[in-house]
T-cell receptor
Framework: GNSVTQMEGPVTLSEEAFLTINCTYT??????LFWYVQYPGEGLQLLLK?????DKGSNKGFEATYRKETTSFHLEKGSVQVSDSAVYFC???????????FGAGTILRVKS | GAVVSQHPSRVICKSGTSVKIECRSL??????MFWYRQFPKKSLMLMAT?????????EQGVEKDKFLINHASLTLSTLTVTSAHPEDSSFYIC?????????FGPGTRLLVL
């Protein structure tokens, strides 16, 4: 079945550091890939998405590229801020029913 | 665009009572909505898929008689936790499908005493 594996956290960085959160997936067919962010006590917000191989999703300085050859969708940001502290979920969507399969989530803590 | 709301944001109830949670898509119509449950420091667990005008599809292990889902319009789905018990205390999150992407509500914190 489909699955998503994320790097374990928490990830602790200083402000303005470079961020990478690894995400790999296993899927049949050609899923869409997503990154969602969850701030404390809130629901999930869509951060970015990519629907086919080599697509790059980007938003608010975050980027991720759909790599079919390595089945990866790593999240990157060049310079993190304290306000980026949150939990980040990588997910894939099977096109049959659009159900999401989530990774376990990665806690990011950014120190000033 | 693609805003989803939930109501209430927090609810405390006594054991044995029922609680209804509403999920609304505010600026789009959603034929399909999803209900999730999230335990502390864990990922989301899909409970059921809610389709407008038809019965919900429940995931394995989710009691359909305990978690009643109604999707009576293209902008509203409700989840009713019937005869709630302390083990039902959790964070419940809904999402609505729009252009093949799920947009999530802010969540409802349920505490059953």
């Amino acid at each position: 079945g489909n699955s998503v594996t994320q790097m374990e956290g928490p990830v602790t960085l200083s402000e303005e550091a470079f961020l990478t959160i690894n995400c790999t997936y296993t899927a049949t067919g050609y899923p869409s890939l997503f990154w969602y962010v969850q701030y404390p006590g809130e629901g999930l917000q869509l951060l970015l998405k990519a629907t086919k191989a080599d697509d790059k999703g980007s938003n608010k300085g975050f980027e991720a590229t759909y790599r079919k050859e390595t089945t990866s969708f790593h999240l990157e940001k060049g310079s993190v801020q304290v306000s980026d502290s949150a939990v980040y979920f990588c997910a894939l969507s099977d096109r049959d029913g659009n159900k999401l399969v989530f990774g376990a989530g990665t806690i990011l803590r950014v120190k000033s | 665009g693609a805003v989803v709301s939930q109501h209430p944001s927090r609810v405390i109830c006594k054991s044995g009572t029922s609680v209804k949670i509403e999920c609304r898509s505010l600026d789009f119509q959603a034929t399909t909505m999803f209900w999730y449950r999230q335990f502390p420091k864990k990922s989301l667990m899909l409970m059921a898929t809610s389709n407008e005008g038809s019965k919900a599809t429940y995931e394995q292990g989710v009691e359909k008689d305990k978690f009643l889902i109604n999707h009576a319009s293209l902008t509203l789905s409700t989840l009713t936790v019937t005869s709630a018990h302390p083990e039902d205390s959790s964070f419940y999150i809904c999402s609505a499908l729009h252009q093949e992407t799920q947009y999530f509500g802010p969540g409802t914190r349920l505490l059953v005493l």
